[in-house]
Nanobody
Framework: QVPLVESGGGLVQAGGSLRLSCAAS????????MGWFRQAPGKEREFVAY????????NYADSVKGRFTISRDNAKNTGYLQMNSLKPEDTAVYYC??????????WGQGTQVTVSS
C-alpha cells in the first residue's frame, strides 16, 4: 500500500493552473511537516515547497515563489499544492512527502504535470 497518494496532475497550457492533492493512506501526515518535490526528465529531483505541521510556516523554491501555494488540511490528512501561472519548465512528475526530523520518510508515487507552450 502506497503511504501517500498524489492526484490532480494533468496537461495544461502555459499560464494555466492545477491543484495537486496528497492524501495519506493508512499513515498520518497530521503532526508532521510535508514537502512537495518534482523531477523532470533527465534531471534530478528538486525541492518545490515545504509546510510545517500546523501550516504556519512555508518555504518555496525560488523558481515557484509567487506562483505556487502549499497548504494542508490536517482534519482530512491531506496536503495540497496550488500551481498558478504554470510554465513549460514546470513540467515534471510531482511528489509529496512526509518529513520526519531532517529527512522525508514517506513518499507518494507521483503525479505527472505537463505544461504546453
Amino acid at each position: 500500500q502506497v503511504p501517500l497518494v498524489e492526484s490532480g496532475g494533468g496537461l495544461v497550457q502555459a499560464g494555466g493552473s492545477l491543484r495537486l492533492s496528497c492524501a495519506a493512506s493508512g499513515r498520518s501526515v497530521s503532526g508532521y511537516a510535508m514537502g512537495w518535490f518534482r523531477q523532470a526528465p533527465g534531471k534530478e529531483r528538486e525541492f518545490v515547497a515545504y509546510i510545517s505541521w500546523n501550516g504556519y510556516s512555508t518555504n518555496y523554491a525560488d523558481s515557484v515563489k509567487g506562483r505556487f501555494t502549499i497548504s494542508r488540511d490536517n482534519a482530512k490528512n491531506t496536503g495540497y499544492l496550488q500551481m498558478n501561472s504554470l510554465k513549460p519548465e514546470d513540467t515534471a512528475v510531482y511528489y509529496c512527502a512526509r518529513r520526519l526530523g531532517e529527512r522525508y520518510d514517506l513518499w507518494g508515487q507521483g503525479t505527472q504535470v505537463t505544461v504546453s507552450s
